[in-house]
């Protein structure tokens, strides 16, 4: 009898399967282990974690590390999980201005366009124009509202608000005409004196509509088209707000500068091309098509584009002690987003949503690294260690473990930082691809498109349902269904949209609404999972048809998702192919594949030295 582990190191997840061998070739899977990575794949870094691992797998069947006869661990291709976002354009606003934030309480109602005045100094204008009085903190809700009356009895046309205080809503009620007051603007100061400007104050649950239009804005200030081109990140960064005032200053002009974001140049094979990222995803990806299969893969130099894939170079080569030069990227996954930029010219922090491309990076395998880390775990633990096979090849011996499953048969491994697929015909000829782009891609866009900033939380939001307390007593989840409680919930909740996380409700800051953040998720789910499912099995296919695949088995951490396996299987659907989540050895779920993978490889292996 020999006891045999196969490990497999992750980006996330370092896994373990311990296996008996008897020596009537039969096998005995005994005991399964998993534990965080530690450091980057494919590098020295792992041998903790694979020794925390194996150790867990033998403490849980009373075995220890001298027992083992053989571990296999897998030829692991490492990826940089660095994703960046690199936005396309910059807009910087110069000489205007704009208020676009959202106080608890404005005032009054509707949109009023005129010129910007100081109350106090509104004795100085004499004739009948539109104007916008300024209310600094020095003059309170009572003298402010005497103020407005007497000059709308004295005829003066004053149509808007712009307040220090918070007392919009006192005013309102205080004044004879209907105006919108715009409050809580702290910076009021700042605001331009003798300027056009226009003030915008949406009914209770309504949003401004027309300075959320860049058409409303162009009306309001009689703006030429091409002026109207460069308002669109104001009216943008307004969308949903309650109340807004935009202010147009002397020049009046906004300057758009576009900052490069840069070429990619993809090295193929046999045909070379490049790609300016601001073509976006697509293009980025039909490049990538074309030039198949990549050698290599640089970016302009001096670029958005150029800085963060040779960064990804830098950083591999310093983690394997390599010549930058003799790393090659094999693979990138571009995906379009969003990401909130601040608006520079803006007086309460306002954000524009910009377009930017997200950029998953992956470097090509270096077996002779993954031997040193099996030379040295071996020195360290005195058991023989050796590097099995392509983790893609192993993944599909572990998933034709499932029950019900049989050759022909195509596995995608969604983990954290790629997406391998392989396909085995009957023959038990196979084909294998590791693309770039998984789980912590999915996280990192929920983290940008949010504003979050805090990826613990985006992978939270990844991972788990949510819903919204409606009262201290229920909440209404995601699918529309209400649960009630019968003891109150904790009151730091209430009003929030929560995740419920294991039992628990973690509520999730800032204002994005359930639907926005429901939509987000699922889009980058669909964009990067749905795209790479795709890529990969038009590859790994005998024939670069999706059709002729008939089953596909998912495995990895992501399969564990409660809407990524469902958006592939529809996806799929449409080829005729039938996909659905791995049992690996009838227990493990989508767990395991590779680790339990190395094992029975190993088995073959042995056969024919026999
Ligand atoms: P790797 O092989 O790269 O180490 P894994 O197969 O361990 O990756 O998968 C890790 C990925 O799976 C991570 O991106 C993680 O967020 C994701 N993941 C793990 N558990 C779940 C879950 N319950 N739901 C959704 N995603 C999950
Ligand atoms: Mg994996």
């Given at each position: 009898m020999k006891?045999?582990?196969?490990?497999?190191?992750?980006?996330?997840?370092?896994?373990?399967?311990?296996?008996?061998?008897?020596?009537?070739?039969?096998?005995?899977?005994i005991s399964s282990g998993i534990v965080k990575t530690t450091g980057m794949k494919g590098t020295r870094q792992n041998i903790h974690g694979i020794f925390s691992s194996v150790k867990q797998a033998l403490d849980k069947v009373g075995l220890s590390i001298e027992d083992l006869n053989l571990i296999r661990i897998n030829e692991a291709a490492p990826v940089i999980g660095d994703v960046a976002m690199e936005t396309i354009t910059e807009t910087i606003i110069t000489e205007s201005t704009m208020i676009g934030h959202n106080?608890?309480?404005?005032?009054?109602?509707?949109?009023g366009v005129g010129t910007t005045i100081n109350i106090n100094n509104l004795h100085e204008i004499s004739n009948k124009d539109p104007l916008i009085v300024i209310i600094p903190s020095t003059v309170d809700f009572m003298e402010a509202s005497e103020k407005i009356n007497r000059e709308f009895n004295n005829g003066r046309n004053i149509v808007g608000a712009i307040v220090?205080?918070?007392?919009?809503?006192?005013?309102?009620?205080?004044?004879?005409?209907?105006?919108?007051?715009?409050?809580?603007?702290?910076?009021?100061?700042?605001?331009?004196?003798?300027?056009?400007?226009?003030?915008?104050?949406?009914?209770?649950?309504?949003?401004?509509?027309?300075l959320s239009n860049p058409f409303g804005i162009a009306t309001a200030f009689e703006l030429?088209?091409?002026?109207?081109?460069?308002?669109?990140?104001?009216?943008?960064?307004?969308?949903?707000?309650?109340?807004?005032v935009v202010i147009k200053t002397p020049k009046g002009d906004v300057q758009e500068?576009?900052?490069?974001?840069?070429k990619i140049n993809v090295t193929g094979e046999k045909r070379r091309k490049s790609i300016d990222v601001d073509e976006g995803a697509e293009e980025i990806m039909k490049t990538l098509e074309f030039c198949s299969p990549i050698k290599d893969i640089s970016g302009e130099p001096g670029t958005n584009a150029g800085g963060m894939l040779e960064r990804v170079r830098q950083v591999m080569a310093n983690l394997t002690g390599q010549n930058p030069g003799a790393i090659k990227i094999q693979d990138i996954l571009a995906v379009d987003t969003f990401v909130p930029q601040k608006v520079k010219g803006g007086l309460a922090n306002e954000f524009s949503m910009e377009n930017a491309v997200g950029i998953a990076t992956m470097v090509k395998a270096d077996k002779l690294q993954m031997q040193a880390i099996a030379n040295e775990l071996e020195k360290q633990l005195g058991v023989l260690v050796e590097v099995g096979g392509v983790e893609a090849d192993m993944a599909i011996r572990g998933a034709l473990t499932t029950p019900g499953t049989n050759v022909p048969l195509a596995i995608i491994d969604m983990g954290a930082g790629s997406t391998d697929a392989s396909f085995m015909s009957k023959e038990k000829r196979n084909k294998s691809i590791h693309l770039a782009g998984a789980g912590n891609m999915v996280t990192l866009m929920i983290n940008t498109e949010l504003g979050l900033d805090d990826i613990d939380l985006a992978e939270d939001i990844k991972k788990y349902p949510l819903a919204k307390v409606e009262s201290l007593f229920h909440v209404r989840h995601e699918d529309g269904t209400v649960q009630f409680f019968e003891n109150p919930l904790d009151p730091k909740v209430f009003g929030k949209i929560v995740i419920l996380k294991e039992g628990n409700m973690v509520p999730i800051p800032g204002d994005n609404t359930l639907e926005r953040i429901k939509t987000v998720r699922r889009f980058a789910k669909e964009k990067i999972f749905v795209t790479n499912a795709l890529r990969a099995l038009t590859t790994v296919s005998a024939t670069g048809n999706i059709r002729d695949i008939e089953y596909v088995v998912l495995v990895g951490g992501s399969a564990l998702d409660f809407e990524i396996p469902q958006l592939i299987t529809d996806a799929l659907s449409k080829y005729g192919v039938v996909a659905g989540r791995a049992n690996i050895r009838g227990t493990e779920g989508p767990r395991n594949a590779v680790a339990s993978g190395l094992i029975l490889s190993y088995r073959k292996e042995d056969d024919k030295n026999e």
């Open positions: 006891l045999v582990a196969g490990v497999d190191i992750g980006n996330a997840t370092t896994e373990t399967s311990i296996a008996k061998f008897y020596n009537d070739k039969k096998i005995e899977f106080p608890s309480t404005p005032g009054g109602l509707g949109l220090q205080r918070d007392d919009g809503v006192l005013i309102n009620n205080r004044i004879f005409k209907k105006i919108p007051i715009v409050d809580e603007v702290t910076l009021s100061e700042k605001v331009p004196l003798g300027m056009r400007a226009a003030v915008e104050v949406a009914p209770v649950g309504g949003v401004v509509e027309v030429t088209p091409e002026e109207t081109k460069m308002i669109v990140p104001i009216a943008r960064a307004l969308i949903g707000n309650r109340s807004a500068r576009i900052i490069p974001a840069g």
